[in-house]
């Protein structure tokens, strides 16, 4: 039902910044909480970040706290993840998920999310 898109991943220099961008299409976009996951090679997928419905609620988890941002525009049915200060360990393809339950609680485990994009790949060079 919600196909997403990630854009935005590339390869940068340790301390660089990149911005990544999700767009979504199907259903009603304003009324899913969206969550951003990686995964490194031969790593399980982990958590980054989670956004509510209307974007006035965010979460990130402890490793990048400082550094991203999730946000997201509504009229543009996208979700955005700003990296600054990237580390080499910040290397992975990247995804966006949606969350199709009605409610504001955000979540950060995989089977939390019923939609997924395809990924976007990040290289952080030391």
């Known amino acids: 039902q919600v196909q997403l898109v990630e854009s935005g991943g590339g390869l940068v220099q340790a301390g660089g910044s990149l911005r990544l961008s999700c767009v979504a299409s199907?259903?009603?976009?304003?009324?899913?909480?969206m969550g951003w996951f990686r995964q490194a090679p031969g790593k399980e997928r982990k958590f980054v970040a989670a956004i509510n419905c209307s974007g006035d609620r965010t979460y990130h988890t402890d490793s990048v706290k400082g550094r991203f941002t999730i946000s997201r525009d509504n009229a543009k049915n996208t979700v955005y993840l700003q990296m600054n200060s990237l580390k080499p360990e910040d290397t992975a393809v990247y995804y966006c998920?949606?969350?199709?339950?009605?409610?504001?609680?955000?979540?950060?485990?995989?089977?939390?999310?019923?939609?997924w994009g395809q990924g976007t790949q990040v290289t952080v060079s030391s």
């Open positions: 199907g259903g009603t976009f304003s009324r899913y909480n």
């Open positions: 998920a949606t969350d199709l339950r009605n409610g504001d609680s955000l979540y950060y485990t995989e089977g939390s999310y019923s939609y």
